[in-house]
């Protein structure tokens, strides 16, 4: 499996905030996912994590005055401005922040992203104080006005016992923005609806029916759909996952449930993704009180769920132009002969098959192996591949129309 930060060069640059050693888990993962890293920091940021660490961290120098000897002779700012891909200021000081608002050049970090057109990502950490400061919200507002990601930081408690915004963000939420700085804008403008996870069927207030799906692909469809840039609501019924930073999540229960929240949202999408598992049936009755033990036989009366895909295909034809419908099938025998026949019969434009026999691939694992199907008889079968992966190469295949 290949890195997702393969062939990129990622620059950190580390500035004097108590968070600074947070970075330090952070480039390693950058670098478990193969991005090449470069650090530069701040003197103040020196103060607080050893550039030692950071040398050890990405096997490369770590950078830190303008005038350093060991680069006379290359212009180090001008050079580290046109490596770089992406530029990560993070933790970043309100006095950093400060600088890069205004243009100033009088560090060495700061006169690379002057010098730069590599996308830049910003990641505040301060005194909740300081963040809320005016003059701080002015200087992070002109920094969104030059095109850089602004993240906002997280609320809590803070290293100086206080309470409000300003603890530097996760790194799974750091790590989608840089995604998304780094991906093609291919879904700007769209908005695209995800149902994932199972749903639950209640019985009575403690029972229920239900599956094993974790949500785990929905979600990847819907982080990734985000990463190109696309309005995302993410529609989940139960599953234990944080929904992706940036996307908009209904979470429901039930199979009728989540028919109501995709159909009063159906005029909006340009594509919907259905990877739910919703239950195909309901209990018929459901009881108010919980089912007392017998000793005896007992029977389930089920009654069918309705459809959403099945509907979602039947009407949308009647919008001017038609959203893009991709389903996803379970699937355990034939698998290309019944995903061919749910795509035609459900009126879908692209299905993905999943074999659920196999134990790396289906419900609530990581990794899937899925076939994508489109309706002019194209097919792509994907290798094993984690499901953040498989789910951008769906929307790689999808975006380009045939298979
Ligand atoms: C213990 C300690 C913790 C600090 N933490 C922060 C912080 O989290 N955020 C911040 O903006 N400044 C913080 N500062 C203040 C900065 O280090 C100071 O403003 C410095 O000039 C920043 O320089 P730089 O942006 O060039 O790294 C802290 C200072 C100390 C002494």
């Given amino acids: 499996m290949t890195g997702i930060f393969e062939n990129r060069n990622i620059l950190c640059g580390i500035t004097g905030s108590i968070a600074a050693y947070k970075v330090c888990d952070w480039v390693r993962s950058l670098r478990r996912e193969e991005a090449e890293v470069k650090v530069v920091m701040t003197r103040a940021a020196a ?11 990405t096997g490369n120098r770590v950078y830190g005055s303008m005038f350093d000897s060991q680069d006379e002779e290359k212009i180090p700012h001008i050079r580290l401005a046109r490596e770089s891909d992406l530029i990560l200021v993070a933790p970043a000081t309100a006095q950093t922040i400060a600088r890069l608002a205004h243009g100033l050049a009088d560090d060495l970090l700061s006169a690379i992203v002057l010098a730069s057109e590599a996308k830049i990502v910003v990641c505040p950490a301060m005194n909740s104080k300081m963040y809320q400061h005016a003059a701080t919200q002015e200087n992070i507002e002109k920094l969104k006005k030059f095109g850089y990601r602004v993240l906002d930081p997280e609320s809590g408690m803070m290293a100086c016992d206080e309470e409000g915004p300003g ?44 599956n094993g799906s974790s949500g785990k692909m929905g979600y990847a469809m819907a982080a990734t759909a985000r990463e190109l840039g696309a309005k995302v609501i993410l529609i989940s019924g139960p599953a234990q996952l944080i929904p992706p930073a940036g996307v908009e999540c209904i979470k429901v229960r039930t199979g009728a449930e989540m028919y109501r929240e995709v159909l009063s949202r159906f005029d909006t999408a340009d594509i919907i993704v259905k990877a739910a598992a919703v239950s195909d049936y309901r209990p ?80 609530a694992v990581d990794t899937n192996r899925v076939i994508l199907l489109d309706r002019q008889g194209g097919q792509l079968d994907f290798p094993l591949l984690a499901k953040e992966e498989t ?9 380009k129309g045939r298979l």
């Fill in 47 to 57: 103060k607080f994590v050893t550039p030692l660490t950071f040398a050890a961290l």
């Fill in 167 to 210: 603890r530097l963000p996760e790194w799974a939420h750091v790590r989608e923005a840089v995604i998304a700085a780094l991906s093609p804008q291919d879904l700007a403008g769209k908005t695209v609806i995800v149902t994932a996870g199972p749903t639950e069927e209640p019985l009575d207030p403690v029972r229920f029916l239900s």
């Fill in 391 to 399: 789910a951008r190469r769906i929307w790689r295949a999808a975006l």
């Fill in 284 to 363: 018929a009755v459901f009881s108010a009180d919980k089912i007392k033990k017998t000793g005896e036989k007992a029977a389930l009366e089920l009654e069918p769920n309705r459809d959403i895909l099945h509907k979602l295909g039947e009407i949308k034809n009647q919008r001017a132009i038609p959203p893009l419908l991709i389903g996803f099938a379970a699937e355990s025998t034939n698998l290309l002969e019944h995903g061919r026949e749910k795509l035609e019969r459900k009126n879908l434009d692209f299905i993905v098959i999943n074999d659920i026999t196999a134990p790396d691939s289906g419900f």
